[in-house]
């Protein structure tokens, strides 16, 4: 398969000849993508203007292409005004204006020449190699919350304990107090349903208030530790930040931390989470990474795969391409289903099967091209780090009961996850 730019009047397929997604997009995901790799579509269609991409390749050379960019904040205020509910009259639809501030705020809805600027202010400080000067903090952060938990019976895993980690991670580095940072674990709870698919009148309402009351806090706390001087990673971002002079640039390096920091507690704590999951539900495969902790990798690897955090992502078509000569023109709308990535039969043996050995061949978990998400070291070392304390040999962690999953979502979130996690006697 491949993407070639316009020439001439070649006689080309369109959208309207490809086959429709087997069920509606609408109705969500889960880990079985079968029915799209038991078909030998390339691409499916969601609507008039929507294409669906999830083979791994045909991810990878899509999230490439110069011309598919982020959606704009324009098209994405438009879904979410058709997400919030239903054909009622516009004075009586909900409202979703912190929906579009965050939106606006975020590095995801930037296109050149604002995303790549935008983007480093974000993804300069959490390299590869600078996030190892955070280990001590985040071993310390885990090992404070896994204090906190242990010998309380059973808990609500992602509530409890990973979403704990990551706010009291970033609220140590951006100056949150104990307070700031369990009223943010609130919010971002709250705002769950602002990653749905479809969302009914109330649940937006109520993702809206909590949106923002999570930028009204967020904000306010960086611009304080800012304003203290001692905080040298704030304050280089403030200075890259105000150098960006290019139009439609985030309000604030506040609101845009705070925007894009939503991936920060939320998306690293539901990697945790469904790695831990994973995990547990291969008990062999739990017992050798708690007998050898260079097997955490391996765990943190094949359990994304398995239950990718990121179901989907959508993309934008900025100017009409082609792609295995089909048309696609500018304003179509892309769903990049990274987690049926994946589940590529075609790069994947078994891929419905969890295998620690597994070598790293493709990895859709975090997404890819220039959209390649700017946190994702930093995620890693935070998941890498709660995986190797909760199976090291003097904690025993199981499930206290099943787990449901949230099904018409973006992600690969459970309504809750019972846990029961206790210390071993030495």
């Given at each position: ?30 880990e ?14 969601a609507?008039?203007k ?114 704990q980690?990551?706010a ?24 769950t ?53 290019i ?14 920091l ?72 892309i ?19 969890y ?72």
């Open positions: 398969m491949s993407a070639q730019p316009l020439q001439g009047d070649v006689t080309r397929r369109s959208i309207s000849d490809l086959a429709d997604l087997p069920h509606p997009f609408e109705a969500g995901f889960s079985d993508f079968a029915a799209l790799f038991g078909t030998a579509e390339r691409l499916f269609k609507g008039s929507r294409i669906v991409v999830f083979r791994g390749e045909d991810l990878r050379k899509i999230a490439a292409l110069p011309a598919v960019g982020n959606m704009p904040l324009r098209a994405l205020a438009e879904r979410a005004m058709e997400e919030a509910g239903d054909d009622r009259a516009e004075h009586d639809q909900p409202d979703v204006s912190n929906f579009g501030r965050i939106l606006f705020n975020q590095v995801f809805t930037a296109n050149p020449p604002l995303h790549g600027p935008t983007r480093q202010l974000l993804a300069k400080p959490f390299g590869m190699k600078q996030v190892a000067a955070f280990d001590d903090l985040v071993r310390g952060v885990v090992d404070k919350v896994l204090a906190e938990v242990a010998g309380a019976g059973e808990i609500d895993f992602g509530f409890d304990f990973t979403e980690v990551t009291g991670f970033w609220g140590a580095l951006i100056g949150l107090t104990p307070s700031e940072q369990r009223q943010v674990v609130e919010q971002v709870r709250a705002m349903s602002f990653f749905f698919l479809v969302r009914t009148a109330a649940e937006t309402v109520e993702a809206n208030a909590a949106i923002g009351a999570y930028l009204s806090l967020m904000a306010t706390a960086i611009e304080r530790t800012l304003a203290e001087g001692n905080n040298p990673l704030l304050a280089t971002m403030a200075a890259e930040f105000d150098a960006v002079t139009e439609g640039k985030p309000e604030s390096v506040a609101l845009s931390l705070a925007a894009n939503i991936d920060g507690f939320h998306t690293a704590a539901l990697a945790a989470a469904n790695a831990t999951y994973q995990l547990l539900r291969h008990p062999a495969a739990a017992a050798e990474v708690r007998a050898d902790p260079q097997r955490v990798g391996a765990a943190i690897d094949e359990g994304m795969r398995m239950s990718s955090p990121v179901i989907v992502t959508h993309r934008y078509a900025l100017e009409d391409f082609v792609f295995d000569d089909m048309l696609v023109p500018a304003g179509t709308a769903a990049m289903l990274w987690a049926a990535g994946n589940r590529d039969p075609d790069i994947f043996d078994d891929p419905g099967t295998r620690l050995e597994r070598m790293r061949r493709y990895d859709a978990t975090f997404g890819g091209g220039i959209h390649l998400c700017p946190g994702r070291n930093i995620a890693r070392l935070m998941v890498h780090r709660m995986l190797a304390r909760l199976f090291a040999p003097d904690v025993r962690i199981e499930l206290a009961g099943p787990v449901e999953w949230i099904t018409q979502s973006t992600m690969r979130q459970p309504y809750r996850m019972p846990a029961r996690i206790d210390m071993v006697p030495g």
